[in-house]
């Protein structure tokens, strides 16, 4: 497959912010459509060039909006588990619900701003599931808005978590730094030292499940934890598949992560590993009584699992034909997790 190319007008960066030469149209700091891209990702990008730099509808691509749902089915799991217990506050799940959407838009936009200082997104080929919004290279708009608009979103939410704390206990604190630590210096650290995959998992997992139990019933359980093993590592598994197409530009960027230490060959592999885990995880927590046996139904997936195995498996080094793999990899694991969270509800009533 041809490359898509850089381009190599001079541009030049003053305090994090990207000048385009004189004369030179706006969105030329992007990379020049590849012959190989599918026509539907060329007609979203000259839409993409359509917008006014500056415009609402620019503000409203750069969060990503079409990822949050991972958050909203996280959140919903674990407060599924604290109402099967018999403790619900529909105000604090609400409250927990948007701060934790905040630090979620936090981590897209930081992201995003890293990727295209560092150079990332200038190299990438983006497709549906990866390579950033692309509203920075297009210069819709500038990093330093990007930057803070990712600052404030993270200080709303510490405002969130500070309430939580002072109300619900100190105990949720330690898990409120790991988790803005992890949203704010994950390009700046975490991806550059072998542990995107795995704070990912983490945060988007345990904690973010564990965090929505405790401000429901104001303690953590051994049983939420189990519960929130599979999400975790389905959560890995979708950072990590997405990270097959970008792989050349992450490491000219200075990233290290699994499919570049690894190479694609064996980090293919570890991605089924990783599924099969997630699967195993379920039933053997169902086998030990620490989650009712209703939530057996978040192995409904396994069908779009065995597509997304096969898949990375054949085509991992192919880019167009991997596209349709993440999709199924992205049905596979929110439908995973938004069972699991059916599960409990019907645990319930049974």
């Known amino acids: 497959m041809s490359k898509a190319k850089r381009n190599t007008k001079k541009i030049t960066k003053i305090g994090g912010d990207v000048i385009v030469p004189p004369g030179e149209p706006r969105h030329r700091v992007t990379l020049s459509p590849s012959r190989d891209r599918d026509m539907s990702t060329e007609l979203k990008e000259e839409s993409m060039e359509q917008i006014k730099p500056g415009s609402f509808k620019a503000w409203l691509m750069l969060p990503r909006f079409h990822f949050i749902p991972l958050t909203v089915i996280l959140v919903s799991l674990g407060t599924a588990i604290a109402v099967y217990e018999g403790y619900f506050h529909f105000g604090h799940f609400l409250l927990a619900m948007f701060g934790s959407i905040l630090v979620h838009m936090t981590v897209n936009v930081i992201n995003d701003y890293h990727d295209y200082v560092d150079g990332i997104d200038l190299n990438t080929l983006r497709t549906p599931f990866s390579g950033g919004s692309g509203v920075l290279p297009l210069n819709l708009l500038r990093p330093k808005q990007a930057f803070w608009f990712a600052t404030i979103c993270l200080l709303i939410a510490m405002g969130i978590g500070a309430y939580f704390v002072l109300t619900k206990g100190w105990i949720l604190f330690p898990l409120l730094l790991v988790a803005g630590f992890s949203a704010y210096f994950y390009n700046v650290y975490l991806s550059k030292w072998l542990m995107g995959e795995i704070f990912a998992g983490l945060c988007f997992g345990p904690l973010l499940i564990l965090g929505s139990y405790y401000v ?45 230490s690894l190479g694609k060959k064996d980090a293919r592999l570890l991605f089924v590993a990783f599924l099969v885990a997630s699967y195993l995880c379920i039933i053997i927590g169902v086998l030990t009584g620490m989650m009712p046996v209703v939530t057996l139904i978040g192995l409904g997936t396994v069908g779009f699992g065995w597509k997304a195995a096969k898949g990375a498996l054949t085509y991992y080094d192919d880019t167009e034909k991997l596209v349709p793999i993440l999709g199924a990899n992205v049905i596979t694991i929110l439908g995973t997790q938004a069972l699991l969270a059916v599960g409990y509800v019907i645990a319930m009533f049974v």
Do not use: C, M
């Open 216 to 260: 429901q019933t104001g303690r953590y359980s051994w049983e939420t934890l189990v519960a929130s093993l599979a999400p975790g590592i389905l959560t890995s598994n979708l950072l990590f598949l997405n990270e097959f197409p970008d792989w050349e530009a992450d490491r000219k960027g200075g990233r290290r992560h699994f499919v570049i």
